[in-house]
């Protein structure tokens, strides 16, 4: 199985902040990497597929990069609704996984 | 509105088995593939089970894989998990999602999820 590790696993930060958060591959997954956020209580919501393509509804300031096994998801200026658990997913192979997640706290 | 909602989450001993339903609304469901995800409590998120529109092809991850078995009836817009010989570490949250793209493709990712529902495994 291919696996997803994420960087920091917590992150503090300030609103206002650019944050970006890390996502490697044990192998590489060429471009096929989707990020999901999650806040306490509710289900993950996409953010961004295929790397770098932003879901409809996304605010813009979510923006993520990279192609074979390193991979970032860019926030340009936190806002109070961003604070949560986000997650990296690799669909390269048919046996998906997740990263272990980051937590976005409130600094 | 698109919505997704599972239901059949229950305690139930080691060794048991549990049938979780998730029935959806709102798209036309026999156009999408489907996964089943779950989430230990306080901990992330961990792929389960993926069948394709037509319920033709199924995968499941190594972790369940001879235990567990999705299906899906699209006369009645309904996602089945049947899962044998539960385990302690089969505790979780069990979300429904819908893969993000329609028939003929899939794309292997999620773009609408369920509430969830808890599944435990205790003696």
């Known amino acids: 199985d291919i696996q997803m590790t994420q960087s920091p696993s917590t992150l503090s930060a300030s609103v206002g902040d650019r944050v970006t958060i890390t996502c490697r591959a044990s192998?590489?997954?060429?471009?096929?990497l989707a990020w999901y956020q999650q806040k306490p209580g509710k289900a993950p919501k996409l953010l961004i597929y295929?790397?770098?393509s932003l879901e409809s509804g996304v605010p813009s300031r979510f923006s993520g990069s990279g192609s074979g096994s390193e991979f970032t998801l860019t926030i340009s200026s936190l806002q109070p609704d961003d604070f949560a658990t986000y997650y990296c997913?690799?669909?390269?192979?048919?046996?998906?996984?997740f990263g272990g997640g980051t937590k976005l706290e409130i600094k | 509105e698109v919505q997704l909602v599972e239901f059949g989450g229950v305690v139930v001993q080691p060794g048991g088995s549990l049938r979780l339903s998730c029935v959806a609304s709102?798209?036309?469901?026999?156009?999408?593939?489907m996964h089943w995800v779950r989430q230990a409590p306080g901990k992330g998120l961990e792929w389960v089970s993926f069948?394709?529109?037509?319920?033709?092809?199924?995968h499941h991850a190594d972790s369940v894989k001879g235990r567990f078995t999705v299906s899906r009836d699209n006369n009645k817009n309904s996602l089945y998990l049947q899962m044998n010989s539960l385990r302690a570490e089969d505790t979780a949250l069990y979300y429904c999602?819908?893969?993000?793209?329609?028939?003929?493709?899939?794309?292997?990712?999620?773009?609408?999820w369920g509430q969830g529902t808890t599944v435990t495994v205790s003696s």
């Open positions: 999602a819908k893969d993000a793209a329609a028939f003929p493709y899939y794309y292997y990712y999620m773009d609408v």
């Open positions: 709102g798209f036309t469901f026999a156009d999408y593939s």
């Open positions: 069948i394709t529109w037509d319920g033709g092809s199924t």
């Open positions: 192998q590489s997954i060429s471009g096929w």
């Open positions: 295929k790397a770098s």
């Open positions: 997913q690799q669909y390269n192979s048919n046996l998906l996984t």
